[in-house]
Structures are given as structure tokens and as C-alpha cells.
């Protein structure tokens, strides 16, 4: 027994997510029960009912999704929201022109007549949380397969979505959390009529680009601004002149107190996705798969993209939001490489691992209910190794990565169609590629993805066995000689695909004949026949990962049932809270807590696109012309960083002090601790954010934008 005691211990000691505060992404109708009693006790000020209320407002009715990805906050009554320029950037990049570049050169709505309609761009509300655990359990059977539990789980969540919004203009959906074994719904409003009033040029709103990406200290003004329209009822409505902007129910106010070490600081948002619960073998792969594979290939892929873009002013306006999105992650990748090895996080799961056995074997009951986890998931992981290195490189080199193989492969369905000989279907497929290539091609330059296809059958010939091969690849052999180049450059010079004239011409009459012997469409339905075969294979793998996943955090958290524990991260809202800290990333270095414009002047370099400075900021700093925004000392701050723990998705979440005010918008986390979605380091896992006086600073004095401030409830 005393063995056991003492296991039991060091398990809650190495696995306990609670033993600092500023770790975890917690539920909100929790947060009365987990969090407040902490909250309160480090300095906040407020109660749980004004972060999260269904039936009054709240704090949660502020925060929004932005787009498909990120987070935003209501900041004004009339419905202004903040986000990050990295954000809105594709918002920002459809609006752009060589004309009109607003990338380079920053937009500003000095009207609202003059902000700018954005077609496909939402934001959505959280209306409220539900635990529905208890309905979707009561329909899952213990003789059911996973993946008939799961499916099982989404009848039922469907159901459930369908009951709880009938009759209204809402949206729902279930989702699962802690492995399959919770279930919340989640009641959702969105506005469709968004439009783009402000952004920074990218010298500001990208400042330090792919050098200080992940990065502290930092010097980046990343924010943007856009407004949500309603209609006259003030409910969600398609674009139309005669919409008004939103009457929120609520709005965060923004604080020009500014933040000093120590502050309580919070941020709502919606995290996307994080590990926490992840195993030893799972690290494993991630790092000698899945991130080696995305840094090798990503690399090569960008510095062709870099180069056209540097070259010609119209591919960096076509191709900015592109780069950017893919070097963001594979710079990530390769920080979370590095932290994971730095940090010997296998090391410290498989003592994990150790330590949760002894417990599960400690009683038969344990045993029989979780014993078989750890072998499903380890059996899943060792059996799928060659198809996913070959699944990976299927998707980045092709899928992802040569935009013509894209664009050709989405013709499947229509082949289906001329084949099944029904119009309808045939009708449905043609809008459909009709629609899809309108906004490819916009930002489409064929000798760029020349280069880069180049590349990638290069590589992929390289880098993966020849029995994944597409048959493409034999006639690459056959008929070219193993010249990818040669093979490349035919297919683009053949193709429809590559020309939006061409191909519009071809859906005016389709036939499979025509269809089936362009060389693109070969080559991509070459590709996702073998892509589909492989996630065919993958299927039994996934099948024993999940249920060896579901019934380790199933056991995780019986083990742990007197602690306070959080599910991971899957675009939910959540709130974490910590404080305003510095820290030492290595051996004699220590990092302060806050950034000011004296760092940006420093990092200046005119002849470096990453790192030049408007000369109205150049300005306004000689000048000290920082207005109510500056520091006591006199300086401009830029950015500060917390304890706070986030992810990928809450970039534009707010950072709000105690009592309720906003700070700051998160926008990055820091590279010394890139390991932080699988493991949360306390000593060195920092949030970075734009300080809100440098946005109100970039608004106000160098925009001259003083309508939207106007507009603000500043607290000085």
C-alpha cells in the first residue's frame, strides 16, 4: 500500500495540469466551480457571471471567431472589432491591388461609407455552453466499435443541435471533449456582413516577418479592425446597403493603465487544438515524421515562393497570405522540434507512463477497464509509420503544395458527373469548379507554381518508396527519363488547368474525353488514388489510437477525480489566466517583460523587407509625439508577454487585466517553449501581445484615424 501511496503521488506531481495557475484552457461554465476562488486571490476583480452568462451579458458576448481560425473582440457599440493583422491579412490581401496596395501600404476607413465589404468573411458569437454528456452516453453501447461510437455520438449530436435551435436563427453543434469521454453543445450566432475598416501596412503589422515570427522580444503592431453589420433588427443579415452597424451586448473597454510584472492578467478566446494528454509514442512520431517532413519540404516550397515575390510586386500581393500561412507552421515545427529534444519531454512521458501503469495495475478493476490503452495506442503508432511518412508527403508536396495538382483534382466530382449522365449533377459540379476557380485564380501565378511542381515531384520521387508512388511516377520513368522538369513543364504547357480562359471555355461543354487526357488531371487523380488507398490503411491505426486515447484520459481522470482538470483544445472558447512575467529562456539572459518603439528603431534595416520603418513612425518617434499612449518614462510601449496559456486560434483573443479591461491582443507564442501544445513549462512558456497603446497610438497618430477612437470606451 505504501508503494502505491507514494506512485500515487509522484503521478499527481508529474501529470497534475493544476500546479500552476496560469496553465490551462478552462471550460467557462466552470469557471465558478474551478477557477474564480484562484482568479480572485491573484487580483481579479470580478465574478465568474461577468465573464460567462447566458442571461445577462457578459464578457463572452465580446468575443468573437474570426474568420475560420482566429479570435476577435467587440470594442465599440457599434460593433468594432479587434484582431491581429495576421488575422485579417487575407482579408486585407482580396482587397489589394497593385494600385491599391493595402498589404504594403495599410488601410484606413476614414468614413464608415469608406469601409470595405468583405465577401466570405464572418464572425461568430457564442450564445451559450451545454453539458450534454449524459444524453450521448446513454446512446453509446460497450459492444460498439470506435468508429461506430463516434458515429453513434454524432446522430445523437445532431439531434440534440436540431432540437436546441429550432424555430430560431442559430446554429449548434456537439462537440467531445477529454477523449470522447465529455460532450458540450454549443449554441452559436453569425454575422455575414463584415467589412474592413483599418490595418497597419505590413511594416508595422508584420514588422520583423519571418525573423522575429515566434519570437521575443518583438516589435509588431499585429492588429487590424473590421465591423460587423446587422440588419435593422439588429439580427444577422447578407450584405446590403441598408444594413447598420451591430448593437453588441457587450463590449470590453479599454484600459490605458497599461501593465506592470505581476498583473493579473486573462484572455477569452478559442485555442484550436493542443496534446496535452499525449504519449510517448505519439512524440515520437511527431518528431521524426510529421515536423521533419514539414520543415524539409515547406522549406524548399517557400524559398521559391520568396523569391518570385521579392521579384515582382503583383505575385507578393497574390501570393502574401500563401507564404505567409505556410511559414508560420513550419517555423513552428521546427521551434517545437527543438523544445521537445531541449527539453527531453519523451523522457518525461514515458516516466508518465510508468507511473499511470502502476496505478492502472494496482487494482484488477483498473486493469480491466484501461489496462489494454497504452497497447492500443503504441500498436497504432508502430504499425502506421511508412503510410503516414507516405500520406504526408502526398499532402504537402501535392494536395498542398503544387496549386495546380489542387485546382485539377477538384474535378473528380464533375467526371462523376458526365459519367452518371444527370444534369442536375452535372450542373451542381460545373458551378462548383466555377466557383472554386474564381478565387484561385485570382491569386494564381502559373510560373511560380511551375517552380515549386519542379520541386515536389523531385523530392517525392527522392523521399518516398516507390510502392506509394502514383502511377504517374511510372510514366515519369517511362516517357521522361526520370526528368521531372521536363515532365513538369509539358504538363503546364498542356494543361487547361493552368489558364482560367481555358478551363471556363471547357465547362461551357465537358466531356470526359477532353477531361481524362488533360495531363494535370491525370497526374492529380493519379495522386488521390493513391492518397485514398493510403488513408484506407490508416483507418484500422486510427481506430485503436482512439479508443487506447479515449480510455487513457478516461483513467487519467479517474486517477485524478479531487483535481481540477481541463480538456484539451479544439476551437471552443476557453479562458486562461496568469500575470504579466519576464523570463530567463537559457543561461544568463533575461528577457523583460515589455517591448517599446526604441526596439523597432533599433531593428531597422531599410535594405531588409522584413524590418523597414514607415517614415511618418520615424516621425512621430523623433518627435516623442506619443500622446496619452506613452509610458510614465516617456517611451511608446509595443508588446508585452504573460503567463497565459494558448495555442494556434486564439491569435486577436483579447488580454483583459482585473477588472475587465483591455491590455492587449494575443498574437504569439515564444519560441523557447514551441513544445507548449503537448507540454505547458511554466518557467518559460510566455504569451506574446500588441500593448492596446501602441494600437490606439498606430490609430490615432499615425493613421490620424481618430473617428474609430472616438468610438472606444477608453479608461485612462
Known amino acids: ?20 495557475a496560469d496553465e490551462g484552457m478552462w471550460l467557462l461554465p466552470l469557471i465558478q466551480k474551478l477557477n474564480i476562488q484562484k482568479m480572485q486571490e491573484m487580483g481579479f476583480q470580478l465574478s465568474a457571471e461577468d465573464i460567462y452568462s447566458v442571461n445577462n451579458s457578459s464578457m463572452k458576448d465580446a468575443i468573437v471567431i474570426f474568420g475560420g481560425g482566429c479570435t476577435g473582440e467587440v470594442i465599440s457599440e457599434q460593433g468594432l472589432v479587434l484582431t491581429n493583422h495576421h488575422c485579417g491579412y487575407g482579408s486585407i490581401q482580396k482587397h489589394s491591388t497593385p494600385q491599391h496596395d493595402y498589404l504594403k501600404d495599410g488601410f484606413w476607413a476614414m468614413t464608415i461609407e469608406e469601409e470595405i465589404p468583405t465577401p466570405g468573411l464572418s464572425v461568430t458569437f457564442l450564445v451559450r455552453m451545454e453539458d450534454v454528456t449524459e444524453k450521448i ?62 490595418a497597419p501596412p505590413s511594416s508595422i503589422g508584420k514588422y520583423g516577418a519571418d525573423t522575429d515570427n515566434w519570437m521575443w522580444p518583438r516589435h509588431t503592431g499585429d492588429f487590424s479592425i473590421f465591423r460587423i453589420y446587422a440588419d435593422k433588427d439588429n439580427k444577422p443579415a ?83 497570405s500563401k507564404y505567409a500561412g ?60 511508412e503510410y503516414m511518412h507516405a500520406t504526408q508527403y502526398i499532402s504537402e508536396t ?12 477538384s474535378a473528380s466530382k464533375l467526371e462523376d458527373a458526365l459519367n452518371s449522365g444527370k444534369p442536375e449533377d452535372l450542373e451542381k459540379a460545373v458551378k462548383a469548379i466555377k466557383t472554386r476557380a474564381k478565387s484561385f485564380y485570382k491569386d494564381y ?71 481524362s487526357k488533360d495531363p494535370a488531371y491525370i497526374a492529380a487523380k493519379s495522386i488521390t488514388t493513391v492518397y485514398k488507398d493510403l488513408q484506407n490503411k490508416l483507418e484500422p491505426s486510427y481506430n485503436d489510437f482512439d479508443k487506447g486515447h479515449r480510455l487513457y484520459v478516461a483513467g487519467f481522470k479517474e486517477m485524478n477525480n479531487n483535481k481540477a482538470l481541463y480538456p484539451d483544445a479544439n476551437f471552443t472558447m476557453r479562458m486562461t489566466y496568469g500575470k504579466i512575467a519576464d523570463y530567463y529562456p537559457m ?105 492596446v497603446r501602441y494600437t490606439l497610438f498606430i490609430i490615432d497618430k499615425f493613421a490620424g484615424c481618430t473617428r474609430l477612437i472616438d468610438e472606444m470606451t477608453i479608461v485612462e
Request: no cysteine.
Open 1 to 20: 500500500m505504501k508503494r502505491i501511496i507514494i506512485l500515487f503521488l509522484s503521478l499527481v506531481l508529474a501529470l497534475n495540469f493544476t500546479a500552476k
Open 445 to 515: 501565378n502559373t510560373p511560380t507554381d511551375q517552380k515549386v511542381a519542379r520541386a515536389m515531384f523531385k523530392i517525392f520521387a527522392q523521399n518516398v518508396d516507390k510502392k506509394y508512388q502514383p502511377d504517374i511516377f511510372k510514366t515519369i520513368e517511362v516517357k521522361y527519363k526520370n526528368d521531372y522538369s521536363k515532365f513538369v513543364d509539358d504538363m503546364f504547357a498542356r494543361s487547361m488547368f493552368t489558364d482560367s480562359v481555358k478551363l471556363v471555355k471547357f465547362l461551357e461543354n465537358p466531356t470526359v474525353k477532353v477531361l
Open 137 to 198: 452516453i446513454s446512446v453509446l453501447k460497450a459492444e460498439m466499435t470506435e468508429g461506430e461510437r463516434q458515429e453513434a455520438a454524432f446522430v445523437e449530436g445532431e439531434k440534440l443541435s436540431k432540437e436546441a435551435t429550432e424555430g430560431t436563427h442559430y446554429k449548434a453543434r456537439v462537440q467531445s471533449f477529454f477523449g470522447d469521454n465529455n460532450y458540450y453543445m454549443m449554441v452559436y450566432e453569425t454575422f455575414t456582413d463584415v467589412r474592413m475598416v483599418g
Open 398 to 409: 501535392f494536395l498542398r503544395g503544387t496549386e495546380l495538382i489542387s485546382i485539377a483534382s
Open 326 to 385: 505556410s511559414s508560420n507552421y513550419w517555423k513552428n515545427s521546427i521551434g517545437m522540434n527543438k523544445a521537445l529534444k531541449r527539453l527531453k519531454i519523451y523522457d518525461k512521458k514515458k516516466v508518465e507512463e510508468a507511473t499511470y501503469t502502476e496505478w492502472v495495475n494496482a487494482t484488477p478493476e483498473r486493469k480491466e477497464k484501461y489496462g489494454e490503452a497504452f497497447n492500443l495506442i503504441s500498436n497504432s503508432i508502430n504499425s502506421r509509420g
Open 587 to 691: 543561461d544568463a539572459v533575461h528577457y523583460d517583460y515589455i517591448t517599446t518603439l526604441d526596439g523597432v528603431m533599433e531593428k531597422e534595416d531599410p535594405d531588409n523587407w522584413e524590418f523597414v520603418v514607415e517614415d511618418k513612425l520615424k516621425e512621430l518617434y523623433a518627435k516623442k509625439d506619443f500622446g496619452r499612449y506613452a509610458l510614465a518614462n516617456g517611451k511608446m510601449p509595443v508588446a508585452f508577454i504573460s503567463t497565459n496559456d494558448i495555442t494556434g486560434g486564439n491569435s486577436g483573443s483579447p488580454v483583459i487585466n482585473n477588472k475587465g479591461e483591455l491590455i492587449g491582443t494575443a498574437f504569439d507564442g515564444n519560441w523557447e517553449a514551441m513544445s507548449g501544445d503537448i507540454v505547458f513549462e511554466p518557467e518559460l512558456q510566455r504569451t506574446i501581445s500588441v500593448d
Open 238 to 320: 447578407l450584405y446590403s446597403t441598408e444594413n447598420v452597424p451591430y448593437k453588441p451586448k457587450h463590449h470590453l473597454s479599454i484600459s490605458l493603465k497599461g501593465v506592470q510584472k505581476d498583473d493579473f492578467a486573462m484572455i477569452l478566446g478559442y485555442p484550436g487544438s493542443t496534446e496535452r494528454y499525449m504519449t510517448s509514442w505519439e512524440i515520437d512520431e511527431t518528431i521524426k515524421i510529421s515536423n521533419t517532413n514539414r520543415i524539409y519540404i515547406r522549406g524548399i516550397r517557400q524559398e521559391i515562393m520568396l523569391k518570385d515575390m521579392l521579384a515582382d510586386a503583383a505575385v507578393k500581393i497574390k501570393y502574401s
